[in-house]
């Protein structure tokens, strides 16, 4: 409904106009390629299949920020014969995580550990399907954990579209009635962000960027994703869709 108030909204592809910029919002999967494929003449999505599966795969953008996030293995055998081994780690799919089951399916503190949470995730369908890699945890400033363990960190999640920065809030908006004051997004060191951008505005158009503070104060990139996907966490729904309408009018 917010997003009527800014753009022609429609649940048919049959039905966009023609010379069209698409936004799948919340609808370009399971079949990317195929949508792009099927839009009417002169249409494009926002980010083309090859800008999506950039920011949907970790292994295709970790070369670009390896040195603002957490050091990775994309194999059980390149970590085992690491020197990293006997530290604590979380490990996800090359796009989703299950950090909602944080004990069993994210973290370990050692190999035994590593290998059976491995064990977990290459039995679930969905994440070994993506490819299992292994990073390096980071002990990010926190709030407490939920029920499961998982820690409630010092994260934002920030929206860039053409190089610029839309929208910023809080990551864990499912957990803002027990914390009291929430962090502030003006935390989030400008050129921290613009290291971001650098790296990354020639391979994707619209994404998202999740960034978190350790307890040593240093910033680090926890994930990235498609614009498109991803939810808004505790931003507001105007700001987020006139920021992109202003944006793609310039």
Not at 33 to 58: F, T
Request: aromatic residues 12%; charged residues 25%; hydrophobic residues 35%.
């Amino acid at each position: 409904n917010v997003a009527k108030k800014y753009f022609e909204v429609t649940e048919q592809r049959s039905k966009i106009p023609e010379n069209s910029i698409v936004i799948g919002r919340y609808a370009v999967l399971p079949y990317y390629k195929e949508l792009e494929l099927d839009l009417p003449p002169n249409c494009k999505l926002i980010n083309s299949y090859a800008q999506h599966r950039y920011v949907a795969d970790l292994s295709n953008w970790y070369e670009d920020l390896k040195d603002l996030t957490p050091k990775t293995w994309f194999s059980l055998c390149d970590f085992k014969n690491s020197s990293s081994w006997d530290k604590p780690v979380v490990l996800k799919g090359l796009t989703n995580s299950r950090k909602f089951l944080w004990r069993t399916h994210m973290y370990a503190e050692n190999l035994e550990q590593v290998e059976s949470v491995y064990c977990n995730l290459t039995d679930d369908s969905m994440i070994s399907e993506q490819g299992i890699c292994i990073r390096e945890f980071v002990n990010f400033k926190h709030y407490g954990s939920d029920m499961n363990g998982m820690p409630i960190t010092k994260e934002f999640r920030v929206f860039i579209l053409n190089g610029e920065v839309l929208a910023k809030g809080f990551y864990w908006s499912n957990h803002t009635d027990e914390m009291g004051k929430i962090p502030s997004t003006e935390e989030i060191p400008l050129e921290f962000l613009q290291k971001i951008i650098n790296q990354t505005k020639d391979k994707v158009n619209f994404f998202t960027v999740d960034v978190a503070q350790d307890v040593d104060g240093k910033w680090w990139v926890v994930e990235l994703n498609d614009g498109q996907m991803a939810g808004l966490s505790c931003i507001d729904l105007d700001e987020f869709y006139s920021g992109i309408k202003n944006e793609l009018l310039k």
